[in-house]
């Protein structure tokens, strides 16, 4: 049992198929797995939150229902900072793991 953790603890060799970009790229994708799908879901919350921030905003202009459109354009600006936050968060650790 000593010897399969000791060989798992060396640094693993790509195979002889593969090219060096492809298998970091895979090595990459083992160590931070979704990466890319949670980086378009923080893009895609993000637009949505801003669009929404945009309508109640005009609204907030225009005069209209300002009691119901703050609460909801406060909500959408919370929504875009957090994906910022998240996405921002993604980024250094994607730096750190290539580091």
Same mark, same amino acid.
């Not at 309508?55 to 909801?72: C, I, K, M, S, W």
């Given at each position: 049992?000593?010897? !399969?953790? !000791?060989?798992?603890?060396?640094? %693993?060799?790509? $195979?002889?198929?593969? !090219?060096?970009?492809?298998? *970091?790229?895979?090595?990459?994708?083992?160590?931070?797995? =979704?990466?890319?799908? &949670? @980086?378009? +879901? =923080?893009? %895609?919350?993000? *637009? !949505?939150?801003?669009?929404?921030?945009? +309508?109640?905003?005009?609204?907030?202009? $225009?005069?209209?229902?300002?009691?119901? %459109?703050?609460?909801?354009? %406060?909500? @959408?600006?919370?929504?875009?900072?957090?994906? +910022?936050?998240? =996405? &921002?968060?993604? @980024?250094?650790?994607?730096?750190?793991?290539?580091?």
């Amino acid at each position: 049992m000593a010897d !399969s953790n !000791s060989k798992r603890r060396r640094k %693993a060799k790509p $195979a002889q198929n593969l !090219s060096p970009e492809k298998y *970091a790229r895979l090595r990459a994708e083992a160590k931070a797995p =979704y990466r890319g799908l &949670r @980086q378009f +879901v =923080y893009v %895609a919350f993000g *637009a !949505s939150g801003l669009i929404g921030a945009f +309508v109640f905003f005009t609204q907030l202009l $225009a005069g209209r229902e300002v009691g119901a %459109a703050f609460p909801n354009f %406060a909500l @959408q600006v919370g929504v875009v900072a957090l994906m +910022v936050w998240l =996405y &921002r968060l993604e @980024q250094k650790g994607k730096v750190k793991d290539e580091g």
